[in-house]
């Protein structure tokens, strides 16, 4: 899930779709926890962005996402530190309308898998995963 996670902050599509299928292949693993650990890594991305844009040193930002952690009680699929340190370096490659399209993503996705079955799970977090790889700008 670590790397999956890292993969999708980087943008890196071709290793994201790669561990796709390790990542569900893993026990207690399944597309609602895959969405719940993205939820939280791409809002704190988006809280990240947010304080950046205002002005806020690296160092508030890490403290924010500490803090955040903390009193949210988030679920970012992976140890505290290295989530921190991923979601660091994500908010240097991620723009606001670029974060606003991955958190609708996830909404669509999130209903997507709590309703009838249309795709598998694997399908479901592949489209995910694609439409986090994809720069708009340059698909249009």
């Given at each position: 899930?670590?790397?999956?996670?890292d993969a999708?902050?980087?943008?890196?599509?071709?290793?994201?779709?790669?561990?796709?299928?390790?990542?569900?292949a893993?026990?207690?693993a399944?597309?609602?926890?895959?969405?719940?650990a993205?939820?939280?890594?791409?809002?704190?991305?988006?809280?990240?962005?947010?304080?950046?844009?205002?002005?806020?040193?690296?160092?508030?930002?890490?403290?924010?996402?500490?803090?955040?952690?903390?009193?949210?009680?988030?679920?970012?699929?992976?140890?505290?530190k290295?989530?921190?340190?991923?979601?660091?370096?994500?908010?240097?490659?991620?723009?606001?309308?670029?974060?606003?399209?991955?958190?609708?993503?996830?909404?669509a996705?999130?209903t997507?898998?709590?309703?009838?079955?249309?795709?598998?799970?694997?399908?479901?977090?592949?489209?995910?995963v694609?439409?986090?790889?994809?720069?708009?700008?340059k698909?249009?």
């Amino acid at each position: 899930m670590t790397d999956l996670l890292d993969a999708l902050a980087d943008r890196n599509a071709a290793k994201a779709v790669a561990l796709v299928p390790v990542v569900l292949a893993q026990p207690n693993a399944n597309v609602v926890t895959a969405i719940m650990a993205l939820a939280t890594q791409m809002s704190a991305v988006a809280w990240g962005r947010a304080a950046r844009d205002r002005g806020v040193p690296a160092a508030g930002i890490s403290s924010g996402f500490y803090t955040l952690l903390k009193e949210g009680r988030a679920f970012p699929g992976r140890p505290w530190k290295d989530a921190v340190a991923g979601w660091q370096r994500a908010v240097q490659r991620w723009m606001v309308p670029e974060l606003e399209r991955a958190l609708h993503d996830l909404l669509a996705a999130d209903t997507a898998a709590k309703e009838t079955r249309v795709s598998s799970d694997e399908q479901l977090l592949m489209s995910l995963v694609l439409s986090f790889c994809t720069d708009r700008q340059k698909a249009a």
